[in-house]
């Protein structure tokens, strides 16, 4: 998000504002949707998983650990690969689009 801010502000002092519009969206899309998904969901049921004690836990025990963790994780990841593709998409764009309006 830190690279594609730069080359936003780079676009925006360029006087190319359709460019700098598309990147200052890809950085803004990246840095919601992948890096604070991951920071805010994902990493906090990793860590729940993690502090799960696997040796201990009996299969019931095990299947209801499996069920609270795999739904809520895979929804997030899910959310997050859209986000990818979408910031990609953006930045893809502002690199074939044409400087000025036709």
Do not use: C
């Not at 504002?17 to 906090?44: C, D, E, K």
């Not at 998983?49 to 990841?77: S, V």
């Amino acid at each position: 998000p830190l690279l594609l801010g730069a080359a936003a502000l780079t676009q925006f002092r360029a006087g190319d504002q359709r460019r700098g519009i598309l990147i200052a969206a890809s950085a803004g899309t990246y840095l919601v949707g992948v890096f604070g998904v991951t920071a805010a969901r994902n990493v906090p049921l990793n860590e729940a998983l993690d502090a799960f004690d696997l040796a201990a836990a009996d299969r019931d025990a095990i299947d209801r650990r499996r069920t609270t963790y795999e739904n809520p994780w895979n929804r997030w990841n899910t959310v997050r690969a859209i986000a990818n593709v979408a910031s990609f998409s953006l930045v893809a764009a502002a690199a074939v689009i044409s400087e000025r309006a036709d």
